[in-house]
């Protein structure tokens, strides 16, 4: 896997957007990136992945540089119910976690 | 997204028993499954790799007579802890690869305490 880099922690107010960063600098041409999210006590979720191109679903938008040395994981409009560890994942195979960012969304 | 499922969600058992988790993947064929262990305040660790029909490889430093996994149909796949001790205790969580999505998917774990 390409080693990412992630802030440890990140607060967001509810109703505003939340910008994750993720580093990904050596990253190979073939690599997605994918990003997870863990709520307390619960198993991962799966919320989006890119290989090249942004991408948008109905949770959330990821917006890679051209270089694909980062990107960024974009929730619209967060709720407190979106206050989680996100993880940003370039894997070669299967997926290997490392600390993620604790988003918290404050009221 | 696909899902999958863990049964049971939570297990106590004594000290020396052997416990069985399983995983399904509900909505897709996985012919690889993923079971990893976290403890708390930690992140996930990947215990091992699955493929349908073949041995389960593992990471190093899991004992792989410790932790059964069989890896039956592509829609399930079982985790033996055998003999089980309170260090055993754990959150234990699965995946399913969906090979046309490209995409794991996670079970929601099963929290596992050892008395």
């Known amino acids: 896997d390409a080693k990412t880099t992630q802030p440890t922690s990140m607060d967001c107010a509810e109703g505003r957007a939340a910008n994750l960063p993720c580093n990904h600098s050596?990253?190979?041409?073939?690599?997605?990136v994918y990003w997870y999210r863990q709520i307390h006590s619960q198993g991962p979720q799966y919320i989006i992945h890119?290989?090249?191109n942004n991408e948008t679903n109905e949770m959330a938008s990821l917006i890679i540089t051209e270089d694909r040395k980062s990107s960024t994981l974009i929730l619209p409009h967060a709720t407190l119910r979106d206050t989680a560890v996100y993880y940003c994942?370039?894997?070669?195979?299967?997926?290997?976690f490392g600390s993620g960012t604790q988003l918290t969304v404050l009221p | 997204g696909a899902v999958v499922s863990q049964h049971p969600s939570w297990v106590i058992c004594k000290s020396g028993t052997s416990v069985k988790i399983e995983c399904r993947s509900l909505?897709?064929?996985?012919?690889?499954m993923f079971w990893y262990r976290q403890f708390p305040k930690q992140s996930l660790m990947l215990m091992a790799t699955?493929?349908?029909?073949?041995?389960?490889?593992?990471e190093q430093g899991v004992e792989k007579d410790k932790f059964l996994i069989n890896h039956a149909s592509l829609t399930l796949s079982t985790l033996t802890v055998t003999s089980a001790h309170p260090e055993d205790s754990s959150f234990y969580i699965c995946?399913?690869?969906?090979?046309?999505?490209?995409?794991?998917?996670f079970g929601p774990g099963t929290r596992l305490l050892v008395l």
């Open positions: 050596t990253i190979s041409g073939n690599e997605y």
């Open positions: 699955s493929n349908e029909g073949s041995k389960a490889t593992y």
């Open positions: 909505d897709f064929q996985a012919t690889t």
């Open positions: 995946s399913a690869r969906d090979p046309i999505l490209e995409t794991q998917y």
């Open positions: 994942i370039a894997p070669s195979g299967q997926l290997t």
């Open positions: 890119g290989l090249k």
